[in-house]
């Protein structure tokens, strides 16, 4: 297999993009300026206020006194507290960004990518033997969630494969995100294809590819059971497979199928050598289940397999949904690459954090995908000066990011669908989601 893959060059980093800043005024802005006599005085005062500033239209009302003193009132200004709103164009732009981060953050090592492939190869392995050998149920629920979470870990070296931030060659990325997707059950260059569409496209309601908002009209022409899969927990966190399969609702296609909408003509030999990969994968698990039984592959592989379906939904949802503030997502003219990745969200993993290499610090991966993971808390410290109300600070965890069940919990309760109008658009909630809400008089 390794040879086939071999035969492939495999990806290429994505492009790096750069936006030109839009200046305009932050919408929602209320400035107020009085004039006011003094104390002694009976005269009606003087104000000059500026309402509904916005990228668009604004308008200037002036509200004058019938009559005016002869000697002018001391001026005395007023302060208002500005309320951020996070869907106005920033006063920076990418380069601005770029520049902030030093520049050894931006080197790629490929024998310390290699190391990290190593120790979770290594972990794994070990994992599996020790648990083969107790085979104790004391024992299979802890080895579950250890190894589920080194599955998952697995995914996220490969996932630096597919973005070239791995190491800058081509042929090594492929071999390694083949090995290490295809293990896992992941058709390496159709999840890369569809991943580079998703952060070329991040923030866009109808262009991004992972876990993009549905527009009210598309929410109401799915069926109960798909709403209810869709949102509520635990069956959600088992989504992944299933996407893979037909990508999410109200888009066709699937990442194993090389005449799919995801690809582009030219693509499809890299789809057609994943899928091989993948299917050579599923073969070997078959094979071993006759080998060592049905039951000890279950608990060797098949559940640690869904655990890392769970970690790998978990993870990608709370990178885009959950905020305290509701986010924008945007259509048209609003959109550009910056303003997209500014809605993305860093969160803490604890522990976590260095089982799956950082892949938390995600605001400043998603703008600079080619920085490596080991760079990345360095790079999000050099930038926050720049991205000021931008970043948002995660809220920190304990050892285990058990405060994160209740984010996601709320996040879907609330965010359901968009609005099919607007090019600045914000999460809501359907009432009737869980059962139609009934309101009795007292």
Same mark, same amino acid.
């Given at each position: 297999?390794a040879?086939l ?7 290429r ?9 839009r200046?305009?005024f932050?919408?929602n ?12 005085s ?13 990228t ?28 951020f709103d996070?869907g106005?164009?920033?006063? %920076?732009? #990418?380069a601005d960004i770029?520049a +902030?981060?030093p520049?050894?953050c *931006?080197?790629?090592n490929?024998? !310390?990518?290699? /190391? ?8 794994v392995f070990?994992l ?14 802890l ?13 996220v ?16 990325n492929?071999?390694?995100g ?12 159709g ?5 580079r ?6 923030g866009?309601?109808?262009n991004?590819?992972s ?13 109960r ?5 869709? %949102?509520? #927990?635990p069956?959600?966190?088992l +989504?992944?497979?299933?996407?893979? *399969?037909?990508?999410?609702p109200? !888009?066709?296609? /699937? ?16 789809v ?5 990969c993948w299917?050579?994968m ?5 094979c ?13 592989y ?5 655990i890392n ?11 885009h949904?959950g905020h305290?503030?509701k986010?924008?997502w ?5 959109w550009s690459?910056?303003r ?13 954090n260095n ?9 400043i ?12 808390v ?8 720049v ?14 990011p058990?405060?994160l069940?209740?984010?996601?919990a709320?996040s879907m309760?609330?965010?359901h ?7 600045v658009?914000?999460y ?15």
């Open positions: 297999m040879n893959v071999l035969s492939e060059c495999g990806i980093p994505l492009p790096r993009i750069y936006t030109t800043p200046s305009t932050l919408s802005t209320n400035t107020t300026f009085k004039l006011r006599p003094s104390p002694s009976s005269s009606t005062s003087l104000s000059f206020r500026l309402n509904g500033l916005s668009k239209n604004w308008a200037l009302n002036v509200t004058t006194p019938l009559t005016v003193e002869s000697s002018p009132p001391p001026i005395e200004e007023e302060h208002e507290t500005q309320r996070p106005a164009p920033p006063p %920076f732009n #990418l770029r +902030a981060i520049k050894h *931006w080197v790629k490929p024998w !310390k990518s290699m /190391s990290y492939v190593a120790r979770d190869v290594a972990i070990a599996a033997a020790g648990a083969a050998y107790l085979n104790s149920w004391l024992v299979w629920p080895y579950w969630l250890a190894q589920g979470t080194m599955f998952w870990a697995l995914f070296l490969g996932h630096d494969c597919g973005h070239g931030s791995f190491s800058n060659d081509p042929r090594l492929s071999v390694v083949h090995l290490l997707h295809s293990s896992i059950l992941v058709p390496y260059h999840w890369r294809i569809s991943h569409t998703h952060h070329q496209n991040h866009h309601v109808e991004d590819e876990w993009h908002p549905m527009s009210e009209k598309i929410y109401k022409t799915l069926d059971p798909t709403r209810f899969f869709r %949102f509520t #927990l069956l959600v966190m +989504a992944y497979p299933f996407y893979l *399969w037909a990508r999410s109200g !888009k066709k296609g /699937s990442h194993y199928h090389p005449d799919s909408d995801l690809f582009l003509p030219k693509e499809k030999k890299d057609l050598t994943s899928t091989a299917t050579a599923a073969a070997l698990l078959v071993l289940n006759f080998v060592m039984g049905p039951m000890q592959m279950l608990k060797l098949g559940i640690p397999y869904w379906v769970m970690w790998l939904d978990f993870v990608t949802y709370l990178h949904h305290e503030d986010l924008p945007y259509r048209g003219k609003e690459y910056l997209g990745g500014l809605t993305t969200l860093d969160r803490d993993y604890g522990v976590i089982i799956h290499h950082d892949i938390g610090t995600h605001v991966h998603h703008l600079f995908p080619q920085i490596p993971h080991y760079h990345l360095e790079a999000t410290e050099a930038a926050k000066p991205l000021g109300k931008y970043y948002r600070e995660p809220d920190k965890s304990g050892p285990l058990l405060h069940l209740g984010i996601l709320k309760k609330e965010d669908y968009v609005s099919d109008q607007g090019d658009v914000y809501k909630a359907d009432p009737n989601l869980y059962g139609e809400v009934k309101v009795t008089a007292d």
